[in-house]
């Protein structure tokens, strides 16, 4: 799978990789990427000025949609094939409108 990652520390350094595909783990989630945001993160990641550490190379990227392809075995409150969406990587409430209303469309 491709990748915008942050190669190493400075301005710029970013690169579309080829990068493993991730495995799940237990109570995680594998979502395929359908649409994707650049955030101010990913601007501030860009220029090397960001205020949180950073250790590179990294994968960029935390604003997005998809569609769930891979659940682990803990995993119960949603399917494969569920619309999913993902603001930050650095906490989630664990409850979405999505998990209780089926939507009127598909991928």
Same mark, same amino acid.
């Given at each position: 799978?491709? /990748?915008?990652?942050? $190669? ?7 690169? +579309? ?13 594998? +979502?395929? !990427?359908?649409?994707?945001?650049? *955030? /101010? ?12 550490? $950073? ?15 891979? +659940?682990?075995? =803990? !995993? =119960? =409150? !949603?399917? !494969? /094939?569920?619309?999913? &969406?993902?603001? &930050? ?6 409850? *979405?409108?999505? $998990? ?8």
């Amino acid at each position: 799978m491709k /990748g915008l990652m942050k $190669l190493k520390k400075g301005e710029g350094n970013v690169e +579309i990789k080829e990068v493993d595909e991730p495995k799940p783990g237990p109570d995680e989630v594998m +979502i395929e !990427v359908k649409a994707a945001g650049i *955030c /101010g993160s990913d601007i501030h990641i860009y220029h090397d000025d960001i205020k949180i550490p $950073l250790n590179p190379p990294v994968i960029m990227g935390h604003e997005f949609s998809g569609v769930v392809v891979r +659940i682990g075995e =803990n !995993v =119960n =409150n !949603v399917k !494969v /094939g569920d619309a999913v &969406t993902s603001e &930050t990587t650095a906490s989630m409430c664990g409850v *979405c409108w999505r $998990l209780l209303k089926k939507p009127a469309w598909k991928w």
